[in-house]
């Protein structure tokens, strides 16, 4: 049984800074693990993702060199926001098992589909 537990979302002013956190536990696949990004009315949208032992990291354009994802030892995962901007209001899911091929990482890890577990989500509103 996989559990994924996330915290650290909330509500900040444009320029601030928070760092998301998904706590994992059970058995999965850390071939690539993900934060998404959903606002009302559109589909997930792939922020950023990690590949097992932090060997590669991706990002979507509009959070590049202010977003960055990390692992530690313990099966957590993190993503520190920083200079956020209004357009990254959204709920935030991290995502783990993904089922695609390992080679095909770089080109498929926004997709939402090819992960089998999700957080609950955690808010997060900048003003």
């Known amino acids: 049984h996989v559990q994924l537990v996330e915290s650290g979302g909330g509500s900040v002013q444009a320029e601030g800074s928070l760092r998301l956190s998904c706590a994992a536990s059970g058995y999965f696949s850390k071939r690539c693990m993900a934060w998404f990004r959903q606002t009302p009315g559109k589909g997930r949208e792939g922020v950023a993702a990690i590949s097992s032992g932090g060997r590669y990291e991706y990002y979507v354009d509009s959070v590049m060199g202010r977003f960055t994802i990390s692992q530690d030892t313990k099966n957590t995962m993190y993503l520190q926001m920083n200079a956020l901007i209004p357009q990254d209001t959204a709920m935030y899911y991290c995502?783990?098992?993904?089922?695609?091929?390992?080679?095909?990482?770089?080109?498929?890890?926004?997709?939402?589909?090819?992960?089998?577990?999700w957080g609950q989500g955690t808010q997060v509103t900048v003003s």
């Open positions: 995502a783990v098992d993904y089922k695609g091929a390992k080679e095909d990482i770089e080109s498929s890890w926004d997709v939402p589909r090819l992960y089998n577990y």
